[in-house]
């Protein structure tokens, strides 16, 4: 399941349902929006009165609703969305952080957490993928 703030659902939401449907997309980029629409998604907005792609709403507490989740059987869970990501590290509801790097340059950009308390990370893995993404791994150490 991913877990979306609003302005990370729209963006992907603009992109990834069609993106298979390019002749001139890369393998990856197929294989991705197919996972992507076929993935149940939660995505916390009080401002959305509705989203598609397999996505439900959730208008309540985000908070409240994961801590909910978590406590289920099931899979793991994605978060997108900095401000979403940020306030469930503080809350600890995170076990584990995968951070993808894209071999891009920016001279400006958002901060990826927010964060008001210290999380302690040991990692786990490190990949790298033909298209120059890295991906590092890291789990949560209890305090």
């Known amino acids: 399941t991913h877990l979306y703030g609003r302005r990370m659902y729209e963006q992907m939401a603009a992109f990834w349902p069609t993106a298979d449907e390019d002749p001139s997309a890369p393998p990856y980029v197929v294989e991705y929006a197919r996972i992507w629409k076929d993935m149940p998604k939660v995505v916390f ?28 059987p ?11 990501a940020s306030s469930l590290a503080d809350a600890g509801l995170i076990d ?34 033909s ?10 150490v209890e305090a």
């Open 96 to 129: 584990e952080y995968r951070l993808y790097f894209f071999p891009i340059l920016l001279g400006d950009g958002k901060p990826m957490f927010h964060l008001h308390n210290r999380v302690k990370l040991t990692p786990v893995e490190v990949r790298q993928f």
């Open 45 to 72: 907005s009080k401002s959305l009165d509705r989203v598609d792609w397999n996505a439900r709403l959730v208008q309540g507490d985000a908070i409240e609703e994961i801590t909910r989740l978590k406590a289920q």
């Open 74 to 84: 099931g899979k793991n869970m994605g978060i997108g969305g900095a401000e979403l």
């Open 131 to 140: 298209s120059g993404v890295i991906l590092l791994r890291y789990r949560r």
